[in-house]
């Protein structure tokens, strides 16, 4: 099993659109993802060969990346842009970990967190990327989303053609607010970062 995770998409999801749906009163910024809750409802016990997380490049004194480095996962970190953005080459060096894993090695399971659906319309982004891999490789295709901003044809190609998870389901484990609501005990209590 690989893994592929778009964390601006998921978190910036979670906290704009999903946050004042289901905690309308929680501070924005006090909202928080809890990476390690996360992890462990995609890998659900499973043994992941190699996990990749793709973001911004932090402030100096940002201990969130060691953190994740200990888990095991790797990270694809760029600089933003001079106004202060995220570049769309983040998107586009995981896509690329992606098709290189899948043409790497033995088709297994690629779980991408993501609701990303652009480009699609140029052959290009993830959606483009998740059908070359299962159409020309066999890979198995499982999608973590927020639904609520999650790309429909993204979606539904993964109901179709795998599994698609919809994250709201998962709302108060996989986040938390700090100094207010920690995250509830992990969903999959015998799932260990690899």
């Known amino acids: 099993m690989y893994v592929f995770w778009d ?9 704009d659109s999903v946050r004042p749906d289901l905690e309308p009163k ?6 928080r993802t809890h990476f ?7 890998c659900k016990g499973r043994k992941v060969d190699c996990a990749y997380l ?5 402030p100096p004194s940002d201990s969130l990346w060691n953190y994740l480095r200990s888990m095991g996962i790797k990270l694809q970190l760029l600089d933003k842009t001079a106004s202060g953005k995220e570049q769309e080459s983040v998107d586009m060096s995981l896509q ?4 290189r894993t899948s043409i790497d090695h033995t088709p297994s399971t690629i779980a991408v967190l993501t609701g990303d659906g652009a480009g699609k319309q140029l052959g290009e982004g993830f ?3 998740l ?7 066999g890979w198995n295709i499982e999608i973590y989303a927020w639904e609520k901003t999650c790309s429909k044809a993204l979606k539904d190609y993964a109901v179709n053609n795998g599994q698609f998870i919809k994250l709201e389901d998962y709302y108060y484990y996989i986040t938390y607010i700090k100094k ?4 509830i005990i992990p969903y999959y209590r015998n799932a260990k970062p690899f």
């Open 180 to 183: 207010d609501r920690e995250g």
């Open 54 to 58: 793709s973001g911004s490049v932090p």
């Open 96 to 99: 690329t970990m992606m098709l």
């Open 26 to 31: 929680a501070p924005r910024e006090l909202f």
């Open 36 to 42: 390690t809750n996360l992890f462990q409802l995609v």
């Open 7 to 15: 964390n601006s998409n998921i978190h910036i999801s979670g906290l």
């Open 127 to 129: 959606l483009s990327d």
């Open 131 to 137: 059908k070359r891999v299962k159409e020309r490789f």
